[in-house]
């Protein structure tokens, strides 16, 4: 028989297991009917409650542009702050609250045109916060102009003749700045985006996801080929860590090296698994390969399947970490500061009434 001290204490009770619907908001998504950031945000609502960190410690910064409507859609903290200026933002934030899982929602033009700086100063310092880049390759916001990533001779509202620019590739720019994490994954493959989410967020640093993500109503099926069952198979590369690079609606297909160039192989009598490259997510110069697996009748280059998964991981030190060591230390050699001193300085003029 219990006594009546033991009948008043509560019993202990597991915290409720949360659901996609938990990082809901109330607030009415406001994307034009089609977009493809329904899929963005639908994946990582689903991914969520699976990373294993309060709704309360996670956070959303988005910069400007249709994509940045994102942290008004999630149920978790967030700021819809300045074009371009999200990732410093962020960084601010990791700074001061590094226990906090921050996530950058941008699009290609915020984060490569005003915002490129930034995201280039990002990556290289490697704060340990995640970057969505939705990659529609063209300005929705603002109703169609070309953007950074808008292939050569783009027809577009601000380009009537066709864009002369040559275009941004966003993974090469990250390999580029020493990125430690690289990944590209596209809105209508909802299983391999959830994976490259929760990739992202399991890395210690700074991970750049590239999404490719279909602006219907200015550059509708500009992934469409990479996205239709008809072409998809001939057309996309899934990489996977320690495996072969194997594609073909048939699995038929591979690419080798041969001597520093990749080249396509048909499986069967001359070729088999084993003479193909194996994808090896740590090989930096490899990596650098992959993600230039561009088209470019330039360059006479062959007619390449588009990559997708994680190209590069590396582990380094994270910025907020070595700032925190730094403080540390310091204190340790010469004991709390005095703001007032500093702010005096060496040299102070002494007015005499």
Known sequence: ????????VPTPTAPALLTAKDF??????????????????????????????????IVIISGIGCSSRFPYYMNTYGMHSIHGRATAIASGLKASRPEL?????????????????????????????????FNNQIYGLTKGQ???TSERNKVTKSTPYGSLDHPYNPLALAMGADATFVARSMDRDPKHLQA???????????SLLEIYQNCNIFNDGA????????????????LEHGKPLIFGAAQNKGIRIDGLRPVIVELGSEYSASDL????????????????????PLQGQAHFPRPFGVFYENHRDCYEDLMQMQIEETIALKGEGDLDKLLRGREVWEIMS
């Open 24 to 57: 809901a908001t109330d607030q009415e998504v406001r994307w034009c009917p089609g977009c493809g950031d329904y899929s963005i945000l639908a994946q990582v609502q689903k991914i969520m409650p699976g990373i294993g960190v309060p709704k309360e410690n």
């Open 146 to 148: 070309y953007s950074p």
């Open 277 to 296: 490259w194996i994808h090896d997510e740590n090989d930096f110069y490899k990596a650098q390969t992959l993600v230039r697996m561009f088209d470019d």
């Open 196 to 206: 490259m989410l929760s990739r992202s967020h399991k890395h210690k640093g700074t």
């Open 101 to 133: 899982s921050v996530w950058i929602v941008t699009g290609d033009g915020d984060s490569l045109s005003i915002g490129g700086n930034h995201t280039m100063h990002l990556l290289r310092r490697n704060f340990d916060v995640n970057v969505l880049l």
């Open 223 to 238: 992934f469409e080929i990479f996205t239709e069952k008809s072409s998809k198979p001939e057309e996309t590369l899934f």
């Open 1 to 8: 028989m219990s006594t009546i001290t033991e009948q008043l």
